[in-house]
């Protein structure tokens, strides 16, 4: 076995590998760019060393540098987490040519499975079953079209070199293939360095489900069973589960042989993902294979028992694998749910920012939580957004699922927008508890999933206010026991005070959907607690923080629990999984530009694609003026109005700053 590894990636995967490497008592190199020198991972590792600038091409993807990093640090081996480096072949190569021992699969089956048209042929003459379509290598326009026309409409259109979910578009008609064609090929270009794509059969109604397969040198291979991916965005999953409910015996089984029969076609060794669409019928079609670990491989570690990184380290150091296929079972469920910084009621657009709270559910047999990031981290432009990955597991699905809406109202983030009440949505879906899932899961029960935000009640506003009043009393006691005079009335806050009724005022305000509103409260000081004054009702209210600084409080005889973070002259409050944000009034009306339909700003900082409109031009509500690049994702800044394009700030090519001003609008008069 190794005595030293080096890690290629960052944040909870390094974590992760970390975590393995110590149980095994493996050395750890961690590597990491300047944006990240003070990250977990770096924290974590036994060394450390600094690749360069923040830009993952200036960092993490410096195949060289990692190289002679290893050699330098002694490293013997050197995982590639997921993302980043792991499924390129070069770098696999030239650390096998330095002698330096790549964790996963042999040059040749990364080769094979990297692009998603070549993986098709290979899986074709297996005898895998692909669903239809065009992977040849002719790319002309009017070709393309030609074979879309003759699968029938809707295809899918992917970037052979692609992954993430990126650089796909679905066409529904002949009429907008070259278009869409187009935009594919450019998010291809920006992202893989590759425009070539293929066209398949879009199928309708399919879900995700993959199997996790693991082989050694030794002509030995196993799957680990399945996992239901099906949940997604932007076809990126957002929760994922192992076992997939309501698939047969003999097709789950039928399923697991296929997918060692493509893992024994390309020469596969380590751990490696072969995804399928799983049709309502029961057929299933091969998709592609991840030559790698794969984020949500937790679940099959909750549901197995297994620790996936450690196999992936034994095989790697040319061991047998731990376990033959009869040994291997499925006990319970597990669910995992991908927390990211990002707003789910703008079609997911990732959020940027430091985050100024945050706090998890504690790990036990039944919640694993993976993160890399601690509070006060910034999560930045240059990373994927995802904050932590929340791991649950109990003996059933439903036990599981309960399970899964406990931990998530425990988390607890301040200072930037998340997916937080978007992912317990899904938990408490009646769609979802009833095992009905597939790919368009999240469009088909949207009405449900995006609940219109609410104000704050008369009992939040209630908490919030026993909150200012308790944090009141805490600093004046502080500053009381710094004073000379320690009993002076003027340090007294049980309301005392000189010709004057013992209350206090506070006003929150609250955007709600982009619309300020005001809550004016009066707070009247009783012998035990206060006596509050909101929207017309009249509250009695004591309480107290916990050691962790929870609040427990009483309303009118009613105990409940909140979390609340304050950060300057802003409170979140966490409550039974809701969040809501209340701001003193200093803090009022800082939301004028995003209400301002004259002004159409960028939403993160980016690059201008495309202009699709000229100035002077008459538009209709939700005509697309212009495409943005950020994340590496399409952004299409859209008319927010019938009306006229007055200017246009930017063009083709140029880089704009978040909030910058994109474009002037005229509404029309009617609006
Ligand atoms: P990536 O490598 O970018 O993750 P995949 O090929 O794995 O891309 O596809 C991602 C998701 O896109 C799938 O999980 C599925 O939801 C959807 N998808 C892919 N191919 C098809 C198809 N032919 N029909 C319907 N949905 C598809």
């Known amino acids: 076995m190794f005595d030293k590894i080096l890690i290629a990636n960052r944040g909870e995967i390094a974590c992760r590998i970390i975590k393995t490497a110590k149980k095994m008592g493996i050395r750890t190199v961690a590597v990491y760019s300047e944006a990240d020198a003070k990250a977990l991972h770096v924290n974590q590792a036994d ?3 600094l690749l360069g600038g923040a830009a993952a091409k200036d960092s993490y993807l410096k195949a060289e540098k990692i190289l002679e990093i290893a050699k330098l640090s002694g490293a013997q081996a050197i995982h590639p987490g997921y993302g980043f480096l792991s499924e390129n072949a070069e770098f696999a190569k030239n650390c096998k040519d330095s002698d330096v021992i790549f964790i996963g699969p042999p040059v040749p089956a990364i080769v094979a499975m990297g692009s998603k048209s070549a993986a098709k042929e290979i899986m ?18 009017k070709f393309l079209q030609q074979q879309a026309i003759k699968i ?40 893989f360095g590759d425009d070539k794509v293929l066209v398949e059969k879009y199928l309708t109604k399919p879900r995700h489900v993959e199997i996790q397969v693991f082989a050694d040198k030794h002509d030995n291979q196993v799957h680990l069973f399945e996992r239901d991916c099906s949940v ?80 992936q380290l034994l095989v790697a150091a040319g061991e047998e694998l731990p376990c033959k296929q009869e040994h291997l079972t499925v006990n319970g469920h597990a669910f995992e749910v991908r927390i990211y910084a990002e707003d789910p009621t703008q079609d997911f657009l990732p959020a940027t920012g430091k985050i100024k709270h945050l706090r998890f559910p504690e790990n036990s047999p039944h919640i694993r939580v993976d993160s890399g990031i601690v509070e006060n981290d910034e999560i930045s432009i240059h990373y994927d957004p995802m904050i932590a990955k929340l791991i649950v597991w109990d003996k059933n699905r439903n036990n599981a699922l309960a399970r899964l809406r406990g931990a998530i109202s425990a988390c607890q983030i301040a200072g930037l927008t998340t997916n937080l009440s978007f992912l317990l949505s899904i938990a408490t879906n009646e769609s979802f508890i009833n095992k009905d899932l597939d790919t368009s899961f999240i469009e088909r029960e949207k009405e449900t999933l995006f609940p219109v935000p609410e104000q704050a009640n008369e009992k939040i506003l209630a908490i919030a206010s026993l909150f200012l009043m308790l944090k009141r009393d805490q600093e004046q006691q502080t500053s009381r026991l710094l004073t000379g005079d320690p009993y002076s009335p003027w340090n007294q806050t049980n309301g005392w005070r000189l010709n004057k009724d013992n209350y206090h005022a506070i006003q929150f305000t609250e955007t709600i959907l982009g619309e300020a509103h005001t809550h004016d409260i ?10 509050i004054d909101v929207n017309q009702s009249t509250m009695l209210i004591d309480g107290e923080f916990s050691e ?3 609040l427990f409080s009483v309303i009118n005889g009613l105990r409940s629990m909140a979390n609340i973070a304050q950060i300057g002259e802003e409170l979140t409050i966490f409550v039974q999984g809701k969040t809501h944000i209340l701001k003193l009034p200093s803090l009022i009306n800082d939301n ?26 008459m538009v209709k509500c939700g005509d697309p003026l212009l495409i943005m690049e950020a994340m590496k994702m399409e952004h299409t800044i859209t008319a927010p109005a019938d009306g006229k394009v007055e200017t246009i700030f930017f063009s083709k090519g140029e880089q704009v700053e978040e909030s910058a001003q994109l474009v002037k609008f005229s509404p029309a008069e009617n609006d």
Not at 252 to 279: P, S, W
Not at 592 to 612: E, F, R, V, W, Y
Request: with cysteine.
């Open 124 to 141: 074709q003459k297996a005898n895998v079953p692909l669903v239809e379509g065009y992977h040849g290598d002719n790319q002309d326009p």
């Open 47 to 49: 060394e450390a060393y």
């Open 522 to 531: 009066l707070v009247h000081f009783r012998n035990q607690g206060f006596e």
């Open 548 to 550: 962790d600084g929870t």
């Open 152 to 191: 029938g409409f809707p295809v899918l259109l992917k970037a052979t070199a692609g992954g993430g979910g990126k650089g796909m578009r679905i066409v529904n008609n002949e009429d907008e293939f070259i278009e869409l064609l187009g935009s594919c090929q450019r998010e291809a270009l920006s992202s």
């Open 232 to 311: 997604q965005r932007r076809h990126q999953k957002v929760i994922e589960e192992a076992p997939a409910p309501s698939i047969p015996d003999s097709v789950r089984k039928n399923l697991g042989q296929v997918a060692i029969q493509a893992a024994k076609a390309i020469g596969y060794e380590g751990a490696g993902t072969v995804e399928f669409l799983y049709d309502s019928d029961d057929s299933f079609y091969f998709m592609e294979m991840n030559t790698r670990l794969q984020v949500e491989h937790p679940v099959t570690e909750m549901i197995t028992g297994q620790d996936l990184v450690e196999w």
């Open 592 to 617: 004028q530009d995003k209400q301002d339909k004259n002004k159409l700003t960028a939403p993160m900082p980016g690059s201008i694609i495309s202009i699709l409109v000229k100035a002077g031009e």
